[in-house]
Nanobody, 127 residues
């Protein structure tokens, strides 16, 4: 069973940056094929996919964060990152990391349903 724990959220002024982390534990070393992703959910809105990375290192970004958010993975530390730059008030949300133990098709990588492991979330507030 895979556990995911996010950290790095907080309050920041518009135009600022934050770097979120997601540490995975629990048999992560046995999975050689996987897809990892960041999602967010603002009050009254559906959860939306932001960025994903596969075990092959292929990244996918939602158009609304393309060029501002960057996903990366430290395999040695089993940690997923999301570097967020030029933050805007509309980026305010709870941010979640998610994992799938298969390589998802490109069209599915930013959709919630295929992911079967989720963290508890970390709050990001931009004012």
């Amino acid at each position: 069973h895979v556990q995911l724990v996010e950290s790095g959220g907080g309050s920041v002024q518009a135009g600022g940056s934050l770097k979120l982390s997601c540490t995975a534990s629990g048999y992560t070393h046995v999975y050689t094929k996987y897809t990892l992703a960041w999602f967010r959910q603002a009050p009254g809105h559906e959860r939306e996919g932001l960025a994903s990375v596969t075990s092959a290192g292929v990244t996918t970004y939602a158009e609304r964060v393309q060029g501002r958010f960057f996903i990366s993975l430290d395999n040695d530390k089993s940690t997923l990152f999301l570097q967020m730059n030029n933050l805007k008030p509309e980026d305010t949300a709870m941010y979640y990391c998610a994992a799938s133990i298969i390589v998802l098709q490109p069209a599915s990588r930013l959709r919630q349903r295929p992911y079967n492991h989720w963290g508890q979330g970390t709050q990001v507030t931009v004012s």
